[in-house]
Nanobody, 115 residues
Framework: QVHLVESGGGLVQAGGSLRLSCAASGDIFSINYMGWYRQAPGKQRELVAR???????NYGDSVKGRFTVSRDSAKNMMYLQMNSLKPEDTAVYYC?????????WGQGTQVTVSS
């Protein structure tokens, strides 16, 4: 079992920045991938970014060049640095972990970008 807690969401103006954090606890030694997804009202959940156990990263097309995912394995943390935020980035952001063939989700943190 893996327990995830996100933090760092909030309200920001377009063009601004936010940094999300995800704290992992539990069966953390077996984590394969950690990632961020988001879901806006009326839309499907979509990949924002993910990072493998060896540091390989993937990004959703809409955030490439603006967002950066990183992890601190020693602290069991993952981060999402979000720059040049746009109103369309408004969503609930979820931390996710793939571990031992199972997928775990955090409770989500709201990000709202005003125009």
């Amino acid at each position: 079992q893996v327990h995830l807690v996100e933090s760092g969401g909030g309200l920001v103006q377009a063009g601004g920045s936010l940094r999300l954090s995800c704290a992992a606890s539990g069966d953390i030694f077996s984590i394969n991938y950690m990632g961020w997804y988001r879901q806006a009202p009326g839309k499907q959940r979509e990949l924002v970014a993910r990072i493998s156990s060896v540091g390989n990263t993937n990004y959703g097309d809409s955030v490439k060049g603006r967002f950066t995912v990183s992890r601190d394995s020693a602290k069991n943390m993952m981060y999402l640095q979000m720059n040049s935020l746009k109103p369309e980035d408004t969503a609930v952001y979820y931390c996710t972990v793939i571990s031992g063939g199972s997928v775990y989700w955090g409770q989500g943190t709201q990000v709202t970008v005003s125009s």
